[in-house]
């Protein structure tokens, strides 16, 4: 199930200090109702999408509940899939079938590169790529040609930041460019600087990828 780690992480927070789950919810910027749809739905419900509840408040409140740095709920719902770490060891010129190890370093280091660039919240870059990169001649045609809909891009040029309710959007650009999920979460606002800052100091990504790896799934 998707970010079943995030789950996970909350429940065992609430385990640990012994919490009352709706007031945990709540802490995390959740309905409690609502999260419970998400990843406890009853027998013969779907689920609902997480991502659709995940947005900025959530995420900030969520780490905060959990005392980790932002990035870390990154990684616990499964914004990061297996492809994007694959395809950042590709760039970065690994040969195939390398170990986790190897895999979990060159993310670190691709996070600490892109927290030092300038593409924090800026969309317009991105979408030059994305569109340079779909051989079309605008981003109406880029769009077109990629099967997404161009008023929500157009949306995210005149101020109003992506979601992680555009997951597959930004996943579909990101793989039309060629690049990992990264790049677009950050330059589209889904991230944000904070997220790689903890205790007034820069997070290291490898051990924060770490430890939402061994959150043990119940």
């Not at 986790?100 to 280091?109: E, I, P, S, T």
Request: proline share 6%.
């Amino acid at each position: 199930m998707i970010a079943e780690r995030l789950y996970q992480a909350i429940i065992d927070k609430v385990i640990e200090e012994q919490l009352d789950f709706d007031q945990a919810a709540a802490m995390c910027g959740f309905d409690p109702d609502t999260l419970l749809e998400c990843f406890d739905a009853k027998p013969n419900a779907k689920p609902r999408p997480v991502y659709e509840f995940l947005g900025r408040e959530q995420i900030e409140k969520t780490a905060d509940f959990l005392r980790c740095p932002r990035l870390s709920i990154f990684f616990l719902a499964d914004v990061f899939n297996p492809n994007d770490v694959k395809a950042l060891a590709s760039n970065l010129g690994e040969t195939a079938g390398q170990d986790r190890k190897v895999m979990v370093g060159n993310l670190a280091r691709y996070l600490e590169d892109i927290a030092r660039s300038q593409l924090f919240g800026r969309p317009d870059a991105i979408l030059d790529e994305f569109t340079s990169a779909s051989l079309a001649n605008n981003l109406v045609e880029a769009c077109e040609r990629a099967c997404i809909p161009f008023k929500k891009v157009a949306h995210w040029l005149h101020g109003e930041p992506a979601t992680l309710a555009d997951l597959q959007v930004l996943r579909t650009i990101a793989e039309t460019i060629g690049i990992g999920i990264a790049p677009v979460l950050i330059a589209t606002g889904v991230a944000q600087p904070n997220d790689l800052v903890w205790e007034g100091l820069p997070v290291d990504p490898m051990i924060e990828l770490q430890k939402a790896l061994d959150v043990d799934i119940w």
